[in-house]
């Protein structure tokens, strides 16, 4: 993220407060928000912003996990809102309603060192009058090179 939004904070006994991350551009989306017990927002290599080509909006509908009813204070309530079990936050006791993000996991995977590999599965597409067979439109460049070399049109 590039920097931290203050969403809700309580402190009486051990203060919380609770931060939205602010993605670098509409390309990316945060999966969840930190909670910390200071009052400064963390540093903003705590967590990371994902980038919105390996995610999906969010298959299940937010689940609460916690509100402040009887507890006195701001009103609140903290909800896990994708699959991964992200925290999100919200002002009052209702759900929050905008999409939530959860990784692709048909599309996206990690290797050991934590970097993204991914991978689409799509249809295959044969040109009409094709002698081949072979898909020629839709794929770039170095591809349909490839494709009418083997196909002696080349």
Same mark, same amino acid.
């Given at each position: 993220?590039? *920097? ?26 945060? #999966? ?41 204070? *701001? ?11 992200? #925290? ?26 934590? *970097? ?39």
């Amino acid at each position: 993220p590039v *920097k931290f939004r203050h969403v809700w904070s309580q402190r009486r006994g051990t203060a919380l407060f609770v931060w939205r991350p602010v993605p670098p551009s509409d390309a990316f989306v945060a #999966l969840g928000m930190i909670a910390t017990t200071a009052p400064e927002p963390p540093p903003v290599d705590r967590v990371r912003c994902i980038a919105k080509s390996f995610c999906r909006p969010a298959s299940e509908a937010p689940v609460m996990l916690w509100d402040d009813t009887g507890c006195g204070g *701001k009103p609140a309530s903290m909800w896990l809102v994708n699959s991964p079990q992200a #925290l999100w936050v919200t002002a009052g006791r209702t759900a929050p309603q905008e999409t939530f993000w959860e990784l692709a996991a048909d599309t996206i995977t990690f290797d050991y060192m934590g *970097k993204p590999s991914v991978f689409m599965v799509h249809e295959k597409q044969v040109a009409s009058g094709s002698p081949t067979g072979a898909p020629q439109t839709n794929l770039p460049f170095f591809q349909r090179s490839i494709v009418r070399g083997l196909s002696g049109r080349g």
